[in-house]
């Protein structure tokens, strides 16, 4: 990926004076934190997010859900970034979907739809706080009805109060499958197995790699030795060393077929729900041209960043998990960190900010040294797999991944020329999904690395916006006249 500025579209009316000082896209810990600081040290800021209300997917239903005192007290914890975001004077959007954006040398515009109509907000500097993505997790029966994301079960669980019924199994592994496994014994919903894919290692050799790191992080190490202590408790059936992931059945899932240790099982399932972690949500920051790199450690591709979370665009920062996953505490210092940075521009950053940016810092350092031992316990396992011909790999398109590696053979080198041969993320995700699979299907294949293979081209819209709402566009401060960057 190269870092080719996109430049604005010269037939555009560009104002002389933006509309605000930042626009934040985004709402969820990252986005909150950015925009407040930024609002409480006299920038002015626009925040959209497609979500009906503030808390991103962490904190979602917070504000507005039916569950938003029963899900523990981290999730209760956002309620504090919330309410100094609501108190701030920030213009925010939500509901609004972003379709595009046009970045030049200093600064641009930000479009969205919200209401029916396209608006249109000029900006100095843009912060993006995309959030994170579940990894994809394909194998055989993934796209049967019954078959979804834990992260997209507990999204569910949060907005509308909404859990599975029937036996329920969940496979995978990592922090988040723990917690939503805790969060339904809590709420009395009952679990058949736990499917935990996790290569079978030595638990406390890890934990020695990473001694100074745990100690400064002993509260988190308490807080999953004891989930992990509540589900042996409830007497869930608990299989390791899971691999060979298959779902069976013919109008939806009906048997989770796996080997275990070795050995070959099936459990009749109504409802399976896989995770091995989530990865950056990159489609903004690959849009934008972005440069990015290849984390081995976390097995995804990133926004190349420094260390302020500033992007090779001037002006273009990447916050929270949208930049690396490291979690919803380092969100929120990330962000705070680029503000300061962006008020240290502007001639405005103080002592206070100062002192706040150097305890951020402090955070900061102490969420990243935490995430190796995470990645070390728990890397993808089925998501790393190779896939077997009839594996889905488009969902969208029914693209298989003897398909693909057709289209591989045939001379496709990337997803790009993969997706001309074959038509794999051509569907309504846009290569959402399919793209993290495609290029790990593509490197297996050419015996390559990812890095190597890359990623989809990512172009303007970034979600559907249509002629009506284009024709009703409108420019923040100018309602009587109609512009639009189509």
């Excluded at 209300?53 to 039916?66: C, F, K, N, V």
């Excluded at 916006?465 to 006249?481: F, P, Y």
Aim: hydrophobic share 45%; proline share 6%.
């Amino acid at each position: 990926t190269n870092t080719t500025q996109i430049s604005m579209n010269r037939n555009e009316q560009v104002p002389v004076v933006a509309d605000c000082d930042v626009v934040v896209i985004g709402g969820g810990p990252a986005g909150m934190a950015a925009a407040s600081m930024a609002a409480r040290h006299g920038l002015s800021v626009t925040l959209i997010d497609e979500r009906p209300s503030a808390g991103g997917q962490i904190y979602r239903g917070l504000e507005d859900g039916p569950l938003k005192n029963n899900l523990g007290p981290d999730y209760v914890a956002g309620t504090n970034l919330i309410d100094r975001f609501r108190k701030a004077d920030v213009d925010a959007h939500f509901g609004a979907s972003l379709w595009r954006v046009d970045h030049g040398d200093k600064g641009g515009f930000a479009s969205f739809t919200s209401g029916g109509v396209s608006r249109r907000v000029a900006y100095k500097n843009l912060v993006l706080a995309t959030g994170a993505m579940e990894r994809p997790v394909p194998f055989e029966g993934w796209t049967l009805p019954g078959v979804m994301g834990v992260g997209a079960a507990q999204l569910l669980l949060k907005s509308s109060g909404l859990a599975p019924a029937g036996p329920i199994v969940l496979a995978g592994n990592g922090p988040l499958l723990l917690l939503f496994a805790n969060q339904l014994l809590d709420l009395g919903v009952k679990i058949s197995a736990i499917l935990d894919t996790a290569p079978r290692k030595n638990p406390a050799a890890v934990a020695a790699r990473h001694l100074p790191a745990l100690f400064a992080n002993r509260a988190k190490l308490a807080k999953g030795l004891a989930m992990q202590r509540a589900i042996r408790a409830a007497g869930i059936e608990v299989h390791h060393d899971v691999s060979a992931l298959r779902a069976l059945g013919k109008e939806r899932v009906e048997t989770v077929a796996f080997t275990a240790n070795g050995n070959s099982h099936d459990l009749p399932v109504d409802t399976l729900l896989t995770h091995e972690g989530v990865i950056p949500n990159t489609q903004l920051s690959r849009a934008l041209n972005c440069a990015h790199v290849w984390d081995a450690g976390q097995n995804c591709l990133c926004p190349d960043v420094d260390r302020f979370g500033e992007t090779g665009l001037a002006g273009v920062f990447v916050v929270g998990d949208g930049a690396a996953i490291n979690g919803a505490i380092a969100a929120p210092a990330s962000a705070e960190i680029a503000v300061g940075r962006i008020l240290e521009w502007a001639g405005m950053l103080d002592d206070a900010g100062r002192a706040a940016v150097d305890a951020t810092n402090a955070v900061m350092k102490r969420e990243r040294a935490f995430r190796p031992f995470l990645d070390a316990l728990y890397p993808p396992r089925i998501a790393a797999a190779p896939l077997s011909d009839a594996t889905l790999v488009c969902r969208c398109e029914a693209v298989s991944a003897g398909a693909m590696r057709q289209a591989v053979r045939d001379g496709a080198t990337g997803p790009a020329q993969a997706k001309v041969f074959t038509r794999a993320g051509m569907g309504p995700c846009q290569g959402r999904v399919c793209g993290p699979i495609v290029t790990g299907l593509i490197a297996q294949e050419r015996h390559s690395s990812p890095a190597e293979v890359g990623a989809y081209h990512v172009r303007f819209p970034l979600k559907p916006v249509t002629v009506g709402e284009m024709a009703k566009s409108r420019d923040k401060d100018n309602q009587d006249e109609a512009h639009h960057a189509a």
